[in-house]
Every structure is written in C-alpha cells, then in structure tokens.
Antibody, heavy 119, light 107 residues
Framework: QVTLRESGPALVKPTQTLTLTCTFSGFSLSTSGMCVSWIRQPPGKALEWLARIDWDDDKYYSTSLETRLTISKDTSKNQVILTMTNMDPVDTGTYFC???????????WGQGTLVTVSS | DIQMTQSPSTLSTSVGDRVTITCRASQTISSWLAWYQQKPGRAPKLLINKASSLQSGVPSRFSGSGSGTEFTLTISSLQPEDFATYYCQQYNTYPYTFGQGTQLEIK
C-alpha cells in the first residue's frame, strides 16, 4: 500500500526559508523509474507543479521558482525534502507531494499540508 | 513553459448529463496528459493517464481522448459524487504544467 505524508511548519514569516518533508511508504526511491514531485495550491486556485526528484537523483524545477527551490531525498528514511527560500505571502497554500512513475503520472498523493506566510 | 488551457472554467450540470471538458496544450505533448479530480479539502485523484488510460478503480463512465494538443475528458452519465473540480496536466516537457481547472456545479 502506497502512502505519502507531508510535514512541516504551518506558519512561516516573510523572507524565511520553508522546509517540507514528504515521508512515504509502499515503494522505494532507489527503484528504477520511481520519482516524487511537489505540487502546491493557493487557496481557491489551481494546482502548480513545483519540482521532481528521481530514483537516480535527477532533479527538475518549476521555471519561475527554480532559484528558490531545492529538492533532495533521503532514501534510507523514505523521505523527500523540499526547501523554498525567501517566502512571501503569495506562497501561502497547500503543499502536496505525490509519486510519479512515468507513464502513470502522479498516481498517489499525500493529503497536503497548509502553509501560511504571514508576519 | 507549455500552457494548458481548460474549457469551460465552470460547468453547471445535472445528474445523468453527459459532460465533456476540453484541455488544449500550447505545443504538442504527444499523449502525455493526465486528468485529476479534486474535491474540496482533498488531494487530487488521478483518473486518467497517457490521455486515455483509465486508472485502476476509476468508474468506466470516465474516459479520455486526444493527442498532440487537443484532449477531452468525458463523463458519460454524471453521478452525484462527480461534482468536483477537474484538472489536466501535461507531463511531456519540464516543467510539468496543470490547466486552470474546470469546476462542475449542480444546476
């Protein structure tokens, strides 16, 4: 059974760095073809793809956010970490992690974690 | 970046209706398109991958078609549990991008 769960602070101040952790089970990020993506959703708005990390440590980022994002993995802990620097109130939203298997798109999602950026 | 445009943005519809949602890509994405359903306060759920492949466990009233730049999601007979927001996503070219969503409302 595949599960993913996001964790991190619910509130961050402007200019701070956000660190989110995706802890997963039911698959391994050392298995060829396995990947994990981060996606976010501002309140009442559409989904926005942020980043992806692959089993071979290849990494891909949103064009508009790539200077602020870093994605990494700890295979031994079954975790993927996303950091986003210089947080702003417009970054407020629910952050999801999801598994990606190529052909299968984003087939399993975490429940999401709401991050509010406010002083 | 590839832009994904969904139409309509909102659709007022009734139980039993046949519903079609369109998604257009700003450049060709072959068949690397997925459809997701999202209900309020919930994570998106994958319905269809590779444009027309139904995800396991998804009812057969959902179907997808298209390739290149034009895609459709069809619900053959709308059920009460189908009132939700639907998103398309291309995963042909980085960065992967989503459409703006189509909200199905009860007429």
């Amino acid at each position: 059974q595949v599960t993913l769960r996001e964790s991190g602070p619910a509130l961050v101040k402007p200019t701070q760095t956000l660190t989110l952790t995706c802890t997963f089970s039911g698959f391994s990020l050392s298995t060829s073809g396995m990947c994990v993506s981060w996606i976010r959703q501002p309140p009442g708005k559409a989904l926005e793809w942020l980043a992806r990390i692959d089993w071979d440590d290849d990494k891909y980022y949103s064009t508009s956010l790539e200077t602020r994002l870093t994605i990494s993995k700890d295979t031994s802990k079954n975790q993927v970490i996303l950091t986003m620097t210089n947080m702003d109130p417009v970054d407020t939203g629910t952050y999801f992690c999801a598994r990606y298997t190529g052909v299968g798109a984003l087939d399993y999602w975490g429940q999401g974690t709401l991050v509010t950026v406010s002083s | 970046d590839i832009q994904m445009t969904q139409s309509p943005s909102t659709l007022s519809t009734s139980v039993g209706d046949r519903v079609t949602i369109t998604c257009r890509a700003s450049q060709t994405i072959s068949s690397w398109l997925a459809w997701y359903q999202q209900k309020p306060g919930r994570a998106p759920k994958l319905l269809i991958n590779k444009a027309s492949s139904l995800q396991s466990g998804v009812p057969s009233r959902f179907s997808g078609s298209g390739s290149g730049t034009e895609f459709t999601l069809t619900i053959s007979s709308l059920q009460p549990e189908d009132f939700a927001t639907y998103y398309c996503q291309q995963y042909n070219t980085y960065p992967y991008t989503f459409g703006q969503g189509t909200q199905l409302e009860i007429k």
